[in-house]
């Protein structure tokens, strides 16, 4: 993927999560579904730029995502936690910026120890 697509994928996670501080009433409910159509229409129109860059899409193998998974591990169970005890909705947002910054550093993570972008690695 080019360099530029893990941070931007971050950039479109990290909102994601003031979804779930919106009152549920009313015209909050437009703004709640126009915030997921953004969501996801932003997602796509970035898979769609990357796979035009690269000319191909290539799934990530769980070897190569497991790092992340494991980081994304802390801000997801503190949050469950933090929940559990405040019950407190804002521990949403604050963890979905948590899993947007991990992303948007997994990429130069990734582009430097993925075997996608070792000289004479698997390609």
């Given at each position: 993927m080019p360099g530029w697509y893990y941070p931007v994928l971050?950039?479109?996670v990290a909102p994601y999560g003031l979804?779930?501080?919106?009152?549920?009433?009313?015209?909050?409910?437009?703004?709640?579904?126009?915030?997921?159509t953004a969501f996801l229409a932003g997602t796509l129109l970035l898979m769609h730029h990357g796979v035009k860059r690269m000319g191909v899409l290539r799934w990530l193998t769980f070897q190569e995502l497991r790092p992340l998974m494991i980081a994304a591990l802390v801000p997801i169970?503190?949050?469950?936690?933090l929940f559990a005890v405040s019950g407190d909705r804002w521990v949403w947002p604050?963890?979905?910026?948590?899993?947007?910054?991990?992303?948007a550093l997994f990429g130069p993570y990734h582009r430097r120890t993925g075997p996608y972008y070792r000289r004479g690695g698997e390609r």
């Open positions: 971050g950039l479109l979804l779930f501080v919106l009152p549920d009433t009313g015209v909050w409910n437009v703004v709640y579904f126009a915030g997921i169970t503190a949050a469950v936690a604050g963890l979905t910026v948590a899993l947007g910054a991990l992303i």
